[in-house]
């Protein structure tokens, strides 16, 4: 029976810093949803499966094979989706023979059912494209459907999905939850997508308190995580009170014995006692007062036992506050100007053709369209990293890019050393400031940024950007939530709620465009 079982596992980054540790785990014919905050290591375990990266400690055993959505990286402007679904031999092979000029070894080890079922594969996740299509030219959500369909290509034992429905229209993510659906083999899915983690039969937190299976989907799983949650928390709350009723005890008791320390004190001052009998007072008194003490020494430590047990079952969890400075953006300001905008990367061929789009005072469009209808492309000739074929562009006031790598970074850089290439004029105080209230405090804002989840990455960038005393008044932001767990979502939907610039988004988030105020949206269809 095909399973994958990890014990003991733990890993750390070439630094030092612990990522997973002492990490038990099974896996079998399910469909897993692997959950947790950013940074805490859902990635890495699937790092580790695959055997991508070695662990510190403990083993890895896996009976069965793997399947992994890939994450693209263009290599080479004629790799195809043959490529990527690892038949282009293959294929020429078949094309060879249907040449005539294959030789008979080769004619021994054709397929010739492999084009039917790689045009299977990509059926089944909704893409209808040549296996000659070069990768070069195909959207983001488009790569993702090709990368799913080069997992699932080979039919593994397991597939091994981080992030599957990220860059995907609502066509596409439907697509991944029907795959999913008809699914009978095992799958460990990274994802913060809701509705697709509600089609799994268990869900498996990480946190940095360590792993917890739960059966049942994310709906499920939320249930009763906010009942364990309760109960943990009034735990706590009844172990707080005891320490509290334990040290006014002490208190109240140690405050007895020193009244009648000083009344026996002032009885023997005045001489009426003999002496021996003082003495056996006094000791008495110190015996008392010193099992007292022991007695109150004994039940404080009880009872910092029980609140320390019932505090290790609460994740600590540090805040995400994104609160900005105001860009002093005036109402009637011209932000944006596009005039009849031609562009692409073939002449014959535009991706976008006559599209004209004014954003003035702190507007919030949206861009949208299905997978490769041109809204990345469009992104790219507004911040200048593509020239259009025809038509003008104007960007009026500075503004900021949050595209899907958040290259404004400096990978090899720190956190703290990237706010302060971007904010020159900021200090250290007003640096580490910043940085604390998107979550990165003390040592953490000295991490290097090639060593952080996608999700911190992101939150990186917005505090290096939105942190600063001088916000840009237009934010250009490409798929945003892509890498963000829930909870750091609700706080950057929070602060750009408050933000008072202009907004040009590109998500297929509706929740997200909702919650961040869009008042407006610019389809794009295609060419």
Partial sequence: MPAISVSHLAWSTPDGRAVLDDLTLDFG??????????????????????????????SVRMQGTVGT??????????????????????????????????????????????????????????????????????????????????????????LLLDEPTNNLDRD???????????????AIVVSHDRELLDAMDAIVELTTLGAQRYGGNWSQYRARKAIELAA???????????????????????ERQQRRDAAGSRSAAKGGMPRILLGARKEKAENSGGGGARLADRLRADASQAFEQARERIERIEPLSVQLAPTGLAPSREVLALAHV?????????????????????????????????????????????????GRVVVHVPAALFDQRVSLLDPAGTIAE?????????DENGCRAALARFGFRAEAGDRRCDTLSGGQMLRAGLACVLGSPAPPPLLILDEPTNHLDIESVTAVEAGLRAYDGALLVVSHDTAFLENIGVTRRLPLDGA
Wanted: proline content about 5%.
């Fill in 418 to 426: 990237n706010y302060a290439r971007l904010n020159p004029g900021v």
């Fill in 232 to 254: 943990a928390e009034q735990d706590l709350a009844s172990a707080e009170r005891r320490v509290a009723e334990v040290e006014r005890k002490a208190q109240v008791a140690t």
């Fill in 172 to 186: 596409g993510r439907q697509a991944v939850r029907d795959l999913l659906h008809g699914w009978r083999a095992g």
């Fill in 342 to 390: 031609t562009a692409g990367y073939d002449p014959a061929e535009p991706v976008l053709r006559d599209v004209s789009l004014k954003i003035a005072g702190p507007e919030r469009v949206a861009i949208v369209g299905a997978n490769g209808s041109g809204k990345s492309t469009l992104l790219r000739v507004v911040t200048g990293d593509l020239a259009p074929f025809s």
């Fill in 29 to 58: 014919r399910e469909r897993a949803g692997l959950v947790g905050r950013n940074g805490v290591g859902k990635s890495t375990l699937l790092r580790l499966l695959t055997r991508e990266l070695e662990p510190s400690r403990g």
């Fill in 69 to 158: 959505l890939r994450q693209i990286v263009q290599l080479s402007p004629r790799e195809t989706l043959a490529d990527l679904l690892g038949i282009a031999d293959g294929l020429a092979l078949l094309h060879r023979a249907e040449a005539g000029v294959a030789t008979l070894d080769e004619l021994a080890e054709a397929d010739w059912t492999l084009e039917a079922r790689a045009e299977e594969a990509l059926a089944q996740v909704g893409l209808d494209l040549p296996l000659d299509a070069p990768l070069v030219r195909l959207s983001g959500g488009q790569r993702t459907r090709a990368a799913l369909a080069g997992a699932i290509f080979a039919a593994p034992d397991f």
